[in-house]
């Protein structure tokens, strides 16, 4: 038995399977393969049997961990590493994540497009995405193919599979250990700025429109390059997706407080950023944003009008007022860009 995650390539495996070869005709088991699925992971019965053994009694929050894995058809499979140092050291943390610095994985997120960043975020917030998966994908392709970095993340387990429809994957994150491990993958990517990237949620949560200001461009300062979010607009509007991903990523420690929503329909159009209060107490908060056309705006300040002017013109309110949040408890924010600077209006 060999195992692994992706082939290393084409060539190299078909000279393995060669007529002529001495390793030929091997047989590739998949996560969705139903032959030996029996045969990786614990199951739900073997680990509250242990549990039981050890005395643990914590069983739905150990579920809540560390279950998830689906391979083939068989389901509520747990990862043998994560449940063995549970065992061990009776304290629920991310083991089997922290055995990897998922380096590659990380690098294709933080490169991708920012469909996929929208993508990525839904997986963060719980939701289930779609998508065209090679469960045969070769390594030098990931960089290669749209969707190779959901094939990755497949193979490598931190994602199920929760329906297949023709060849589309419906999918979503394995469990709260790999939720919490991408979680702090965000967060790393920040680096030595995480004082900017904590200060400017903080402000936003509490409305503080002149710290968001200041937080926002203190980050751009040290974080952007004029190459990143360029300096005119683009038929193509890729600056402005860029700032759209960048801001995404700011949100996601917002997770557990907010369902974050992005190019979702709403009222006569699509917003950008939604942030849907878990608690409705809490605000709702749309986000808009432009690219600085000197064509069209004298300065930033009227950038941020039109980003405002659109919130309203095509009410994407609606959606939060359909959920049940008070007019007066919607807060919308329009979002200004060149190049490095950023104005933040409402």
């Not at 996929?116 to 963060?124: I, P, V």
């Not at 702090?184 to 904590?198: A, I, K, L, Q």
């Not at 004298?298 to 049940?324: F, H, M, P, R």
Request: proline residues 1%.
């Amino acid at each position: 038995v060999m195992t692994g995650i992706t082939k290393i390539s084409i060539a190299s495996c078909e000279a393995l399977e060669s007529l002529f070869s001495d390793l030929n005709n091997l047989k590739v088991i998949t996560m969705t393969s139903k032959k030996y699925a029996s045969c990786f992971g614990f199951t739900e019965a073997e680990v509250f049997a242990a549990m039981d053994e050890f005395g643990m009694t914590n069983k739905e929050e150990v579920k809540r961990w560390y279950d998830g894995f689906t391979i083939g058809d068989l389901k509520d499979i747990y990862n043998p590493w994560s449940i063995i140092n549970l065992l061990d050291e009776r304290s629920l943390k991310t083991y089997w994540a922290n055995t990897s610095s998922n380096e590659l994985a990380g690098s294709l997120i933080r490169l991708g497009d920012v469909n996929l960043k929208m993508q990525f975020e839904e997986l963060l917030s719980g939701v289930t995405i779609s998508c065209k998966i090679d469960e045969e994908i070769v390594f030098h392709q990931l960089g290669q193919k749209r969707n190779a970095v959901w094939s990755l993340l497949l193979a490598s387990g931190y994602l199920k599979v929760v329906g297949i429809r023709d060849d589309i994957y419906e999918m979503q994150l394995t469990n709260y250990e790999v939720r919490k491990m991408f979680e702090n993958m965000v967060s790393d990517w920040f680096g030595e700025d995480t004082v900017n990237y904590n200060g400017f949620l903080k402000a936003l949560l509490r409305g503080d429109l002149e710290e968001m200001n200041e937080y926002m461009n203190r980050f751009s300062l040290a974080m952007f390059s004029s190459f990143d979010g360029g300096t005119h607009p683009s038929k193509e509007a890729a600056p402005e997706r860029f700032y759209h991903g960048f801001v995404l990523g700011l949100l996601v420690d917002l997770a557990g407080r907010y369902k974050v929503t992005s190019n979702r329909e709403s009222g006569l159009g699509r917003y950008d950023v939604m942030l849907k209060p878990l608690n409705k107490e809490d605000d709702g908060i749309i986000l808009e944003f432009k690219i600085y056309n000197p064509k069209k705006e004298v300065d930033l300040e009227e950038t941020v009008q039109a980003a405002l002017k659109q919130i309203e013109e095509k009410g994407y309110e609606q959606e939060l007022l359909d959920s049940g949040i008070k007019k007066n408890h919607i807060r919308k924010y329009g979002f200004a860009f060149e190049g490095k600077k950023i104005l933040i209006g409402k």
